[in-house]
């Protein structure tokens, strides 16, 4: 099976940048769809970003889109989350997801979740 760990949040101001790193070992496959959700406390969980094993197929949320960037190094087993001009509303946990299917912007989509780093974003 897949592990999932994320790493990279924080505490930042609201116009700074943070970048989540979302390390797979185990079983991993450089096939694998991957994704970041985020979910606020009394919030279902959101969809942010997906990136296909062959890093040809993007697809973001409407509330990200153009200011986060989702990336993949198959090499290193990595995927990566640069989210730029953050803003409060972007507060939550963050958790990257994997799938062997071709995944879509929902949950259960995805078999495989890391526990969730925090990103915490102030005016």
């Known amino acids: 099976q897949v592990q999932l760990a994320e790493y990279g949040g924080g505490w930042v101001q609201a116009g700074n940048s943070l970048k989540l790193f979302c390390q797979a070992s185990?079983?991993?496959?450089?096939?694998?769809?991957m994704a970041w959700f985020r979910q606020a406390p009394g919030k279902e969980r959101e969809f942010v970003a997906r990136?296909?094993?062959?890093?040809?197929?993007?697809d973001y949320g409407n509330f990200v889109k153009g200011r986060f960037t989702i990336s993949r190094d198959n090499a290193k087993n990595t995927m990566y989350l640069q989210m730029n001009s953050l803003k409060p509303e972007d507060t939550g946990v963050y958790y990257c997801?994997?799938?062997?299917?071709?995944?879509?912007?929902?949950?259960?989509?995805?078999?495989?979740w890391g526990q969730g780093t925090q990103v915490t974003v102030s005016s």
């Open positions: 997801a994997a799938g062997v299917g071709v995944g879509g912007p929902s949950p259960d989509d995805y078999e495989y």
């Open positions: 185990g079983a991993t496959g450089n096939w694998y769809t």
């Open positions: 990136i296909d094993g062959s890093r040809t197929h993007i």
